[in-house]
């Protein structure tokens, strides 16, 4: 038996509050946009896919060796964008400024210490980023897409810690996926 799954940082209060009041207001718009909704919203580090139930043990312990070297990351949110163009969006999110650069490194150690489980090298760059929403249709010239990036162009929070690493599995639903913690470790290093 397999599980889907993924690693990642969960937000802490103060961002989902900001979340939460800029995807109220984002939905008042007439976009054809499949909204997440906020508590599933998180920082995915590595994408795992389809894991063996014999291996999220020992994928654990491997795990668990990386964030026992680094430290809390300090982030806040800054701004909102589309990838992959305003022409052509697919998809809506907020950007983050803070520990990025360490993030990176812990992204690499993580997939790093994966690699013997058969996960997959991410080969794109790290961009930590929050999905707030999926296009289902490109918007048509002269929707709010461009007021709407505007408006939160500047967009901001208060520096939170993010403090842990959680291991996801995720269940495809007809309503969205459905996420379930198997396992959060504490990040208590110096790095």
């Not at 990642?8 to 718009?29: F, G, V, W, Y």
């Not at 210490?113 to 999926?134: A, D, N, S, V, Y």
């Amino acid at each position: 038996m397999e599980i889907r799954s993924f690693l990642a940082l969960k937000l802490p209060p103060e961002i989902k509050k900001t979340l939460s009041h800029i995807s109220r207001e984002m939905r008042k718009t007439s976009m054809d946009v499949r909204w997440v909704k906020v508590n599933n919203i998180h920082i995915t580090m590595v994408f795992l896919g389809n894991v063996p139930v014999g291996h999220v043990e020992p994928m654990g312990e491997a795990v668990e060796k990386v964030c026992q070297q680094y430290g809390p990351f300090a982030i806040s949110l800054k701004g909102v964008g589309v990838f992959s163009s305003r022409r052509n969006p697919r998809v809506l999110w907020t950007g983050m400024e803070g520990d990025l650069d360490r993030m990176t490194c812990f992204r690499d150690a993580l997939q790093k210490r994966l690699k013997p489980f058969g996960i997959k090298r991410e080969k794109r760059p790290f961009r930590p980023h929050l999905t707030i929403g999926r296009f289902r249709k490109g918007p048509r010239p002269g929707t709010p897409l461009d007021e709407l990036l505007s408006k939160y162009q500047e967009l901001t929070s208060p520096v939170c810690a993010l403090k842990g690493l959680t291991f996801f599995r995720s269940d495809l639903k007809p309503g969205g996926a459905l996420y379930s913690e198997l396992k959060t470790w504490p990040l208590v290093g110096e790095i």
